[in-house]
């Protein structure tokens, strides 16, 4: 298995761009997270999917920040317009139960 | 959950020693713990978990020991490798909950 698979990796883009970052979890898992991790303020979770159905979206900023699961195995968070404070780690995770398996992460950084 | 401040506790450790990093916990009806290691670049990777039903549950080097009289997790690391050198974070669960809550991090520092 290839694990959960997060692009790009890396992404520089300039205020008030629009973002786009794609995750696809592991085959067979049904629960889906979006977590952002900053040296401030940690590991956030932003929103969290059940059979491919926003759960909690309790941790998503602002309106700027939506997600998306139109199918089992794939997701994406978008952030538009961008902005310098959302330069980030944003991690998604899979789980079936209790496990969760992260991501590599995608590095955001908006100038 | 607990909030990450701008600086880590850090545990630095000589090769071959003993490690061993600590968690408090607030939610008296969490029944599921997990310790996490985080690389460098990395997501954070599971390292082992522990039902509230247990005290102790050992892995391959590492140990999980929970007291939930003083809700207070510790990861026990033997003979510490430089590989090890991560920032390792404690997540509790409760009630069925798909959601964890993350602690905060330890970055464990091992000088060889």
């Known amino acids: 298995d290839a694990g959960v698979i997060q692009s790009p990796r890396h992404e520089v883009t300039e205020m008030g761009q629009e973002v786009t970052l794609r995750c696809k979890p592991i085959s067979g898992h049904n629960s889906l997270f979006w977590y952002r991790q900053t040296m401030m303020r940690g590991l956030e979770l932003l929103i969290y999917?059940?059979?491919?159905?926003?759960?909690?979206d309790s941790g998503m900023p602002e309106d700027r920040f939506s997600a998306k699961m139109p199918n089992a195995s794939f997701s994406t968070l978008k952030i538009q317009p961008s902005e310098p404070r959302d330069s980030a780690v944003y991690f998604c995770?899979?789980?079936?139960?209790?496990?969760?398996?992260f991501g590599p992460g995608t590095r955001l950084t908006v100038l | 959950g607990e909030s990450v401040g701008l600086h880590l506790p850090t545990l630095s450790v000589q090769e071959g020693d003993n490690s061993i990093i600590n968690c408090a916990y607030s939610?008296?009806?969490?029944?599921?713990f997990i310790w996490y290691k985080q690389e460098s670049g990395k997501g954070p990777q599971f390292i082992i978990d522990?039902?509230?039903?247990?005290d102790k549950r050992q892995g391959q080097r590492v140990t999980v020991l929970l007291n939930k009289t003083v809700k207070h997790l510790s990861l026990q690391i033997a003979a510490t490798q430089p590989g090890d050198s991560a920032v390792y974070f404690c997540a509790e669960k409760s009630g069925g909950s798909y959601i964890p809550t993350f602690g905060r991090g330890t970055s464990l520092i091992v000088h060889p």
């Open positions: 999917f059940n059979n491919n159905v926003p759960i909690d």
């Open positions: 522990i039902r509230s039903n247990m």
């Open positions: 939610n008296s009806a969490s029944d599921y």
């Open positions: 995770a899979s789980s079936s139960y209790n496990e969760q398996f």
